[in-house]
């Protein structure tokens, strides 16, 4: 067996029978009544006897040849390789067959050239090509169901490799480089199914079509469990194996793919929703078009075909506010090729100054662990969107006369800066590791220096170890009638792992306290984890209950007068600095004075008392109730509303009232005072006024 590999001019590839048979023009071949197209395939057992004609329509012959991989086969008399020429009854036309018992020779296998109605040296005359063959031949290898819709990803397509010719073969294998995606071996159409191709003749010649499917995803052609890594155009083989006497049969296939990604894949511009990017584009012999596709985190947000090589700019449209998107382009042609890719964040806000990590938007004064802005891709960006860079700022709070040296890497100056122009951008991350004097406050300052007054400063805070995020109270009551009051206490760790405990504290009295905490690996600090990842951050909760002189939490009580002031302090590890963060809730500090009766009835009392400054107070609450039960509690809003009139009271009865100032907690209570409701307007009996009517 002596592999061949087939390169055929000027072939259809498959043996296409012409619908309108005999055609009114044009060279063409007709063998058993039906007429085939250029390059048809024809086993030899097929023109014993019956010819294979070549005709030209309206043409007369004169001369005409028929010209076989080694020479002419001769017309009238002899043969080559045992087929014969015969000259048709009429017209241009010439027949070539093989008389039985004999078969095509070795090497007479291939392709045949008819020319008509002259010879072939005749730069004039009419050509058609057919393939006569023995045994087992492949008539086509084609690809099918190529993607038209080059967004939808990964992409599908079947390669067709169909057999024609004798019904038995050695076997028959579709492979890419080295790699054989599809082998059958000791192939016969009529007796075993160990090659399932798909059945298109049974009968002479045997048709069989052998389908594979295939995935391309990019980096790998995969077709059930085999998988082919792959770059630029793909080749694809289909080999058939003849027994031994016959040649095997190659064709070869070739799927366009670009081999490079689109280089140079920037941002060049960005607003809250949108994102504009370009590329440098390839050749229109590497690419017919791009596709670029939009991610979110894991999640597909949107892919788009941008049809032509030159085309290199996309504006993206309809994003989130303050969102990392990852962009990749790939250049097509039949398949996508290898992707280029960006991460850009959609703007936090279309004007103003603002700061961003890590596909995070933060606002002024936030909190960055030192361990996770270590490198450029990790900077604290800080951005003004609209307009454009000419110098701006980083600046340490704590030296405001010693900017960041952006090009500096010194313990003095552990910090490095990058820069955008449009809009105004500084990215600042640390090139080693920060000191005790180098962590704290920093500003940014854009699009100018810190030293000029118009400029746009936001401020944000890089920390060794751990530090306190915020601390701050939630669940004030927004109901001040209802007493005692309640509320929560929220202290968040943020940063390393390992602190030695963390606390909280009214005046010295502690409310709670853990130590020896470790986020990852102890649940002696009972936090609520908000973010497991770096930086570790957590929630320290303490539930409060106020009475109006004392602070309850748990079984711990601390009385207490005024503004509330509690302490939440975390403590680093030797060689870190403790942290402290403070909190007060505003009450007042003493009660409203001088509460009196103003005036009274039946079912009614108007009281008044001294006001208090509005830096005092928001309002008042006054409480009425009679013996042990609390009749009625009402909410006066205002400072200077220091009168109240009390409805709905029942006649001759004594009632205790006080009242409160209030700001976000409820302060202490008046002295109370008492005052009774008038007795009613008596009614006399109907028959005294019957008496009194009749006397009168």
């Known amino acids: 067996m002596y592999p061949v590999l087939l390169t055929i001019i000027l072939l259809l590839s498959v043996s296409e029978v012409i619908s309108q048979c005999s055609p009114s023009s044009g060279i063409y071949l007709r063998h058993g009544g039906n007429c085939y197209t250029n390059g048809s395939y024809f086993s030899d057992f097929i023109i014993r006897p019956t010819p294979l004609e070549c005709v030209l329509p309206g043409g007369t012959l004169n001369g005409g040849q028929w010209i076989g991989p080694n020479g002419e086969v001769p017309c009238g008399s002899g043969n080559r390789q045992n087929v014969e020429c015969t000259t048709g009854s009429s017209g241009a036309s010439l027949s070539v067959h093989i008389n039985p018992p004999s078969f095509l020779g070795a090497d007479g296998d291939g392709q045949y050239m008819c020319c008509l109605p002259t010879d072939c040296s005749d730069p004039n005359t009419n050509i058609i090509f057919a393939n006569i063959f023995r045994f087992s031949e492949i008539e086509s290898f084609t690809v099918a169901d190529l993607p038209s819709d080059m967004t939808v990803y990964p992409q599908e397509y079947k390669l067709n490799c169909t057999k024609i010719g004798h019904q038995s073969y050695d076997g028959i294998s579709m492979s890419i480089n080295s790699t054989a995606l599809t082998s059958y071996f000791n192939c016969d159409d009529k007796y075993v199914n160990s090659c399932p191709g798909t059945v298109l003749v049974s009968s002479n010649p045997n048709t069989v079509r052998y389908t594979i499917d295939i995935t391309w995803d990019g980096m790998a052609v995969s077709s059930g469990s085999i998988n082919q890594s792959t770059t630029g155009d793909q080749m694809y083989q289909c080999v058939l194996d003849n027994p031994s006497d016959g040649d095997d049969r190659t064709r070869t296939l070739t799927i366009k793919v670009p081999a490079t990604a689109p280089s140079s894949l920037i941002e060049v511009s960005k607003t809250t929703t949108t994102i504009t990017v370009s590329w440098t584009a390839l050749n229109s012999s590497d690419a017919d078009g791009y596709v670029v596709n939009v991610t979110s985190d894991t999640d597909t947000v949107q892919t788009v075909q941008v049809e032509g090589s030159s085309n290199d700019t996309i504006t993206l449209n309809g994003l989130n506010i303050g969102t990392a998107y990852n962009i990749t382009v790939r250049a097509y042609q039949q398949l996508l090729g290898p992707a280029s ?200 909760t303490v539930n409060i209950t106020w009475d109006g002189m004392t602070v309850s939490s748990g079984s711990i009580s601390q009385s207490t007068t005024g503004d509330q002031m509690y302490q939440c302090v975390l403590d680093n590890p030797s060689g870190g600095m403790n942290k402290t963060r403070t909190l007060t809730i505003k009450i007042p500090g003493t009660a409203p004075s001088s509460l009196t009766e103003v005036n009274k009835t039946a079912t009614t009392i108007t009281v008044s008392w001294t006001g208090l400054d509005s830096s005092d107070a928001d309002g008042y609450v006054v409480n009425v109730t009679s013996d042990t039960d609390t009749v009625q509690t009402v909410e006066v809003e205002g400072s200077s509303n220091n009168t109240i009139t009390l409805n709905g009271l029942r006649e001759l009865t004594t009632y205790n009232i006080t009242v409160r100032a209030y700001q976000q907690l409820l302060g202490p209570a008046s002295s109370a005072i008492s005052v009774q409701t008038l007795p009613g307007i008596a009614t006399a009996p109907f028959n005294v006024l019957v008496t009194l009517l009749m006397y009168f």
């Open 341 to 540: 890719s960006i991460i850009v964040f959609t703007h936090c806000q279309q004007e103003g100054i603002y700061l961003a990590n890590n596909g995070n938007c933060y606002s002024n004064g936030s909190y960055f662990f030192d361990n996770s802005v270590g490198e450029v891709t990790e900077a604290i960006s800080c951005v003004l969107p609209g307009t454009s860079l000419t110098t701006g700022q980083w600046v340490r709070v704590a030296d405001p006369d010693d900017p960041v040296d952006c090009n500096s890497n010194s313990a003095i100056d552990p910090f490095r800066c990058t820069n955008v122009t449009s809009p105004a951008t500084l990215n600042l991350y640390h090139a080693q590791g920060l000191t005790t004097t180098t962590e704290g406050w920093y500003k940014c300052c854009l699009p100018t220096d810190c030293s000029d007054p118009n400029t746009n400063i936001i401020f944000a805070n890089i920390f060794r170890f751990a530090e306190i995020e915020s601390f701050t109270v939630a669940d004030l009551p927004s109901d001040m009638t209802v007493h005692p009051q309640e509320y929560k206490l929220n202290c968040v760790k943020i940063g390393y792992h390992l602190y030695d405990g963390i606390s909280m504290s009214i005046s010295s009295t502690a409310l709670v306290g853990y130590t020896g905490c470790d986020d990852d690996g102890s649940d002696n600090c009972p936090g609520t984890v908000l973010a497991s990842s770096n930086p570790n951050t957590l929630r320290y």
